[in-house]
């Protein structure tokens, strides 16, 4: 028993002296609100969804925003909205072990906002506030309209061991090139962002990803909305305390992570997710939501993670083959424009493919997770991908669409456009 004493004291002295080091301004010497990002979900003509952190715990956390720039002086902004979800972010052994410090969570949400509007905002915790940022929400309709789209931003840098203590150089460098990316093209709308955001969902891979996110907003201070989806290392529950999709979805699509964006009045982009059942809600919805975008919509896209046509892991495998099984019919039937798709750590463009063959009035699947994990190398032999185009390469891709056509570039991390291709109406 003395023993067992003894061990237990130790432990707890062990355990309160890990609690001690997350101080936060001993950890990140941090005071104010931090990692401040922009979701867009259904409707971001009208509605986004502002979250952030902070490193210290607070009962008052509250967003005003304008359209006008008031430079933080938070008595001026016009409007004002409280978090509707707040809480301490669940930490585990290794994330103390890492020494990332304790965080908490906050969502605001923004409503009845202006379709093409600039909005600024600053984030308010307990009485300290962020710089002021700005996002634009998403025009009724658009002569061009841009997005990006990349996945799979988990690893990368010099060090193996990462877990938190060395950059992401990969992942840092290429959220840079999204920041140059939105300041040369400001008809960038969003990033549409095909999942595996770090190695595990738990915080001290969280807590980097999101430094690093940092690196994409503006020198003017620009914030691109993400439209987020579910990937296989997402699947933990600092997930889903970090990346609310807030309650204007019902709650069993809000936490199942499938859901349809209205761009514009004449583009929209389905959010599906490959880590639950294809099958059962989730395909009866798909089946009947696809029909009604597709009478609405000029252009229809869809994001996902795993692929249905990879370009390095094995297509056979079920992961994968069941995709092409339950989804493809869906897209094929209903004329989906693109697809997009991660998970592979490498750079493709298939061909355009309908009833598992070459037709030019098929659908191209673009891809495939290249957004800083380590990559791997394609298998350029496959039927789908000769004649497409596929490298061993970390890459953003852009996607330029007009009413008459769908303009395709992948860009590498040094921003040269590897590869080109034009979809027409």
Do not use: C
Not at 332 to 347: A, C, F, P, R, Y
């Amino acid at each position: 028993m003395t023993n067992y004493k003894l061990l237990l004291t130790l432990l707890l002295f062990i355990h309160s002296g890990v609690y001690a080091n997350q101080n936060p301004e001993e950890v990140a010497g941090n005071q104010t609100p931090v990692h401040a990002r922009v979701i867009w979900t259904e409707n971001p003509m009208e509605h986004a969804i502002i979250s952030w952190a902070t490193l210290y715990e607070s009962d008052d956390n509250i967003v005003f925003f304008d359209t006008l720039s008031h430079k933080g002086d938070v008595d001026a902004y016009a409007f004002s909205s409280e978090s509707s979800r707040s809480g301490k972010v669940t930490m585990k052994r290794m994330d103390y072990e890492e020494g990332v410090p304790q965080g908490y969570y906050h969502h605001a949400e923004l409503h009845r906002l202006k379709p093409g509007t600039t909005y600024y905002f600053v984030v308010v915790s307990q009485g300290r506030k962020s710089p002021e940022y700005h996002f634009i929400s998403a025009p009724p309709n658009a002569d061009q309209l841009k997005l990006l789209t990349g996945g799979d931003s988990r690893l990368g840098g010099e060090a193996p061991r990462y877990a938190g203590r060395t950059p992401h150089l990969e992942r840092q460098k290429l959220k840079t090139l999204i920041g140059k990316l939105v300041e040369q093209n400001p008809d960038i709308m969003a990033f549409v962002h095909g999942a595996d955001y770090g190695t595990t969902a738990d915080w001290r891979h969280l807590y980097w990803y999101f430094e690093d996110l940092q690196l994409a907003t503006t020198s003017s201070g620009r914030i691109l909305p993400l439209i987020i989806s579910m990937g296989n290392h997402d699947t933990s529950l600092g997930f889903f305390e970090n990346f609310y999709l807030g309650e204007e979805l019902n709650d069993y699509i809000a936490f199942s992570y499938y859901y349809t964006t209205r761009l514009t009045d004449s583009i929209s982009l389905f959010t599906l997710n490959t880590e639950i059942a294809l099958t059962g809600h989730q395909y009866q919805w798909l089946k009947n939501q696809l029909p009604q975008a597709r009478e609405q919509s000029r252009w229809l896209l869809v994001n996902y993670h795993k692929p249905a046509f990879p370009a390095h892991k094995d297509p056979e495998d079920y992961k994968f083959a069941r995709v092409r099984e339950h989804w493809v019919p869906l897209f094929e039937q209903n004329k989906v424009d693109l697809v997009i798709e991660s998970d592979g750590h490498t750079l493709k463009r298939t061909l355009p493919i309908l009833n598992g063959e070459l037709d030019n009035d098929g659908i191209v699947y673009i891809g495939e997770g290249g957004l800083g994990a380590p990559l791997r190398e394609p298998y350029p032999s496959r039927w789908y991908l000769q004649g497409g185009f596929t490298a061993r390469l970390h890459h953003v891709w852009m996607v330029d669409i007009n009413d008459a056509k769908m303009t395709l570039q992948a860009i590498d991390i040094d921003g040269n456009v590897v590869d080109e291709y034009v979809i027409r109406k």
